[in-house]
């Protein structure tokens, strides 16, 4: 099993910058691909960018290319989407994920563990 804890979303203006975490527990979390998709208002959910368990996997959405990183610090068992010039479709809420083994995952139903989600507000 694998809890995960998203943290780091907010308010913030049009070009500005957040950076989210997503905080895993268990002890193999280095084995794990990771992925953040997203969620706006009366959308469907939707990927963003994902990070293969090897850690030098990583593919982003068209949308955000570009603009977000993903990486992950496996000591801290925390995996970071640094999102800069933040546009107002940005807004959502932001999820992270977590899949045993995978790399390149870009479908929902291809990780089994989710965090709650954090919010992200990007005013124009």
């Known amino acids: 099993q694998v809890h995960l804890v998203e943290s780091g979303g907010g308010l913030v203006q049009a070009g500005g910058s957040l950076r989210l975490s997503c905080a895993a527990s268990?002890?193999?979390?280095?084995?794990?691909?990771m992925g953040w998709f997203r969620q706006a208002p009366g959308k469907e959910r939707e990927f963003v960018a994902t990070?293969?368990?090897?850690?030098?996997?990583?593919y982003y959405a068209d949308s955000v290319k570009g603009r977000v990183t993903i990486s992950r610090d496996n000591a801290k068992n925390t995996v970071y989407l640094q999102m800069n010039n933040l546009k107002p479709e940005d807004t959502a809420v932001y999820y992270c994920?977590?899949?045993?083994?995978?790399?390149?995952?870009?479908?929902?139903?291809?990780?089994?563990?989710w965090g709650q989600g954090t919010q992200v507000t990007v005013s124009s």
């Open positions: 990070l293969g368990w090897t850690g030098v996997d990583t």
């Open positions: 994920a977590a899949q045993y083994h995978g790399i390149k995952l870009v479908r929902q139903y291809e990780y089994d563990y």
């Open positions: 268990g002890r193999t979390f280095s084995s794990y691909a």
